[in-house]
């Protein structure tokens, strides 16, 4: 049984960035991919009515958490199980490269592959085909996960933090 993520710096910055972000740019629908305990829904949900939000993980018992608050979740692989498309996607996603140290049972909130950032290559593939028209992604990876072949996908860094031993990054893509 997996961990379910309880919300830290990553989570708060984020939620923070959006707060900001919805304050000022009306949007219609959200997808919250990996959830997790379902910060970022909540945080949409102070803008847009929780109908308008779709909240999607892996791991099921993040689902039973944020179906217990209110929102529509689904189990899903990233976008296998999702046909819809929103104004707006957002994923904190496991940006962490494969620690061996790191228990089992975290490691899918946290690794994002054997470099860290086979799963945010994965999820930015699939997520522009799920996009309205002028839709967005942000995506939160770390100074810590490989860039070179996010770059490919033309993001805008729109916002950094520093943290103890590592720096967020938020990266937007149109
Ligand atoms: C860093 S946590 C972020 C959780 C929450 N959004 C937050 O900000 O606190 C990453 C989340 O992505 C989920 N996840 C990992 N791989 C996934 C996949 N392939 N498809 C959907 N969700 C995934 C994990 O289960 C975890 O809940």
Known sequence: MAQVYQPAED???FSKFLKNYLSKNKINSYLDMGTGSGILSETASKFLDKKNILSADINPDAIKIVKEKGFSAIKTNLFSKIPENFDLITFNAPYLPMDPREPKDSQIATTGGKYGDEISI???????????????????????????????????????EKIPFEELLILEFS
């Open 11 to 13: 989570s708060y910055f």
């Open 122 to 160: 994965k999820f930015l593939t699939q997520a522009k085909k799920h996009l309205n028209k002028n839709g967005k992604i942000f995506l939160l990876i770390s100074s810590l996960t490989p860039q070179d072949r996010i770059k490919k996908f033309h993001p805008t860094f729109v916002a950094r």
